[in-house]
């Protein structure tokens, strides 16, 4: 049911979360009270543009989105140009979550 959906997809939430917080200079947007968060994870890296996160995970076949995502106030107001976008849905699994932060740690190494 609906009920088990979200219950899943926020388990997924926090598993991500807590593996991207092990990457170093990663910055993470959005409310820090995971109840009232939905499976989706706005980052940056730290020196690294959005657009190149997006295009070299792309190049390793993780799909993400980047921009402005329809924020640009939002954006401006937080000084920066866009964001790297991650969602998840019952149809992820951990196992994809982990393939994200290997993908991103391997950015960080190239830069």
Do not use: W
């Not at 990457?23 to 543009?49: C, M, Q, W």
């Not at 980047?66 to 954006?75: E, F, V």
């Not at 393939?99 to 960080?108: A, D, M, S």
């Amino acid at each position: 049911g609906l009920a088990d959906m979200a219950a899943y997809e926020h388990k997924l939430l926090a598993y991500a979360i807590e593996k991207l917080q092990t990457i170093e200079g990663i910055i993470l947007y959005g409310n820090p009270d995971l109840e009232k968060r939905t499976a989706v994870i706005s980052f940056n890296l730290k020196g690294i543009h959005p657009y190149d996160v997006g295009t070299i995970l792309d190049k390793m076949g993780i799909a993400v989105r980047t921009g402005h995502h329809c924020a640009q106030p939002l954006m401006h107001a937080l000084g920066i140009e866009g964001t790297v976008r991650a969602s998840f849905a019952l149809y992820n699994t951990k196992e994809e979550v982990d393939v994200l932060v290997e993908g991103i740690q391997r950015i960080r190494k190239m830069f």
